[in-house]
């Protein structure tokens, strides 16, 4: 198994652009966890998702920030407009039951 | 009420050493607590977890001991090794609901000197 895949690894984009990260889960995994690592604030999570239905949004920071999930092997955070403190590594991952699986991550850049 | 507090931020241990995090918790209600471990440029991976029905868990050099009682927990690192230096992260979760959230503590940087 290729574990959680995301896209882009690294993304340097400026102020006001739109930003859209990826994630594909492992395969056969009901829930996808969207998760926020800076260094002041630790690992924040920002919304998860139980077999593709969003369950608990209240770490999005702000309506800047949306979540998607239409299939079971894919989703998506967007980030519009983006600003400089939304840098950060970005982390998607996923579990059956208890372990979460994280992906590599996406570190963001806004300039 | 969610939070779990770890210490310390930072750790240097010599080589061959004991390296001891420490977390503590509020919620009662969480029943599974599990240990990432972080390298750089990395996600966080799976280390160890215990359940409270247990007062200690070990796995090869690493083990969790859990005080259900005193709300605390922690990893101890036997014979420190430099390949374990990493970022550690406590966590707690219950159930709830359709999926399990897990609320991480704030991390633990551990230098293990060669």
């Known amino acids: 198994d290729a574990g959680v895949i995301q896209s882009p690894r690294h993304e340097v984009t400026e102020m006001g652009q739109e930003v859209t990260l990826r994630c594909k889960p492992i395969?056969?995994?009901?829930?996808l966890f969207w998760y926020r690592q800076t260094m002041m604030r630790g690992l924040e999570l920002l919304i998860y998702?139980?077999?593709?239905?969003?369950?608990?949004d209240s770490g999005m920071p702000e309506d800047r920030f949306s979540a998607k999930m239409p299939n079971a092997s894919f989703s998506t955070l967007k980030i519009q407009p983006s600003e400089p403190r939304d840098s950060a590594v970005y982390f998607c991952?996923?579990?059956?039951?208890?372990?979460?699986?994280f992906g590599p991550g996406t570190r963001l850049t806004v300039l | 009420q969610q939070q779990v507090k770890q210490s310390p931020q930072s750790l240097i241990v010599q080589k061959g050493g004991i390296s001891i995090i420490n977390c503590a918790y509020e919620n009662t209600a969480f029943d599974y607590f599990p240990w990432y471990q972080q390298f750089p440029g990395k996600g966080p991976a799976l280390l160890i977890a215990?359940?409270?029905?247990?007062s200690e868990k070990k796995e090869g050099r690493f083990t969790i001991s859990f005080n259900k009682s005193a709300k605390q927990f922690s990893l101890h690192i036997m014979d420190s090794q430099p390949g374990d230096s990493a970022t550690y992260f406590c966590a707690a979760s219950g159930e709830s609901g359709s999926a399990r959230q897990l609320t991480f503590g704030s991390g633990t940087q551990l230098t293990v000197l060669p």
């Open positions: 395969s056969g995994h009901n829930s």
């Open positions: 215990i359940r409270p029905d247990v």
């Open positions: 991952a996923s579990s059956l039951r208890n372990e979460q699986f």
């Open positions: 998702f139980n077999n593709n239905v969003p369950i608990d």
